[in-house]
């Protein structure tokens, strides 16, 4: 069964949404500039072989562990029933009824709460403010 946000409800989950998006912009920000860490140094052991090898491991489990650190975020989320649209904008959206009918209440990290709505099949370009009947 889909779960139905309502705006109250929305609101009132943000703080720990807020925590988590956070937590995992950080963590796929950190993800990144350990790939491309890991990019560079195999470059350089193409090109002059000079490579410290110790540092392969502990990469790997940094990688790992932002890597697991994404995963519980994303099933939190789905957990939660919350759609994650955006990680570097901490963009999501929360199923809703409006007039009997799924939609979306939309939400992004830094907004102080939810303040829009848009139909399944328009995405934020769609955002529309909410008005009484999302209440």
């Known amino acids: 069964m889909a779960q139905f946000y ?3 409800e929305a609101n009132a989950l943000l703080p720990e949404l807020t925590s988590l ?5 950080s963590h796929g920000e950190q993800l990144a500039s350990l790939q491309g860490k890991q990019v560079g140094t195999l470059k350089k052991m193409r090109g ?10 502990m990469m790997g489990r940094l990688v790992q562990d932002l890597e697991e650190g994404l ?9 939660w029933g919350i759609q994650l649209k955006d990680l570097a904008t901490g963009l999501v959206d929360f199923p809703a009824l409006r007039e009997e009918r799924t939609v979306f209440l939309c939400w992004q990290l830094g907004e102080p ?3 829009f709505w848009h139909e399944t099949t328009t995405g934020i370009a769609g955002r ?8």
Do not use: C, F, W
């Not at 998006?21 to 912009?25: A, C, D, Q, S």
């Not at 529309?128 to 209440?135: E, F, R």
């Open 6 to 8: 309502t705006v109250a």
């Open 21 to 25: 998006l956070e937590n995992m912009r």
């Open 48 to 57: 002059n072989g000079h490579h410290d090898p110790s540092e392969d491991a």
């Open 71 to 79: 995963r519980k975020g994303i099933a939190q989320l789905a957990e």
């Open 113 to 115: 709460e939810v303040a």
């Open 128 to 135: 529309q403010p909410l008005d009484n009947t999302m209440q």
